[in-house]
């Protein structure tokens, strides 16, 4: 199967390292939790949210982010069991060669041939997105869709829309597997 992934917040926990910046040089406490909305424009102030927004694209961010919890085995798993894993970002293009170098340091299994950069993935040819903006998943869906449970995507009935919640890279490998079970 082709597997098409998201980097941040996915595989990496890019908003916990932005939050935690943000709170350092600024004083403030916001946690993971606050951020019920994938665009922080919605939900913090416009000041606090220009100022975060404008901290994604800093020059060595990428250094400061780590793999999320199981997902370098759980990639590799993917990649010997013979799927074609792709990383799809949309990145801001002057963190791009840092996001691959990232990719490449803590995930050597995945060929930098398969490290995609893209705002609209629904235009991808996958049979499996796995994504953690909601919206991402919704628009012309084709392919299986699996959701990486984060505080700003708890407005979906997944039921409704065929979404799979996982909450951690255990429970992708599952429903990739019965995903692949069901397609044979």
């Known amino acids: 199967?082709?597997?098409?992934?998201?980097?941040?917040?996915?595989?990496?926990?890019?908003?916990?390292?932005?939050?935690?910046?943000?709170?350092?040089?600024?004083?403030?406490?916001?946690k993971l939790e606050d951020f019920t909305e994938f665009d922080i424009m919605n939900i913090l102030p416009t000041q606090d949210a220009i100022v975060m927004r404008d901290m994604y694209g800093e020059t060595g961010l990428y250094d400061k982010v780590k793999p999320m919890p199981g997902s370098q085995k759980a990639l590799e798993k993917l990649v010997n069991?013979?799927?074609?894993?792709?990383?799809?970002?949309a990145a801001i293009p002057k963190t791009?060669?840092?996001?691959?170098?990232?990719?490449?340091?803590?995930?050597?299994?995945?060929?930098?041939?398969?490290?995609?950069?893209m705002k609209?993935?629904?235009?991808?040819?996958?049979?499996?997105?796995?994504?953690?903006n909601l919206q991402t998943l919704l628009?012309?869906?084709?392919?299986?869709?699996?959701?990486?449970?984060?505080?700003?995507?708890q407005s979906?009935?997944?039921?409704?829309?065929?979404?799979?919640?996982?909450?951690?890279?255990?429970?992708i490998l599952e429903v990739v597997n019965k995903i692949n079970e069901q397609e044979r």
């Open 1 to 30: 199967m082709v597997l098409c992934v998201d980097v941040d917040d996915v595989v990496c926990n890019l908003q916990e390292v932005v939050i935690d910046l943000f709170n350092k040089r600024y004083g403030a406490n916001y």
């Open 81 to 89: 069991f013979g799927h074609q894993v792709y990383l799809v970002t």
């Open 96 to 117: 791009y060669d840092e996001k691959v170098a990232f990719i490449k340091r803590f995930f050597p299994c995945i060929d930098e041939s398969h490290i995609i950069c």
């Open 120 to 132: 609209h993935k629904w235009l991808l040819n996958c049979d499996v997105m796995i994504e953690d």
């Open 139 to 153: 628009e012309k869906p084709h392919y299986h869709r699996i959701l990486m449970n984060r505080p700003w995507n």
């Open 156 to 171: 979906s009935k997944d039921w409704v829309y065929g979404i799979n919640r996982c909450n951690n890279w255990s429970e």
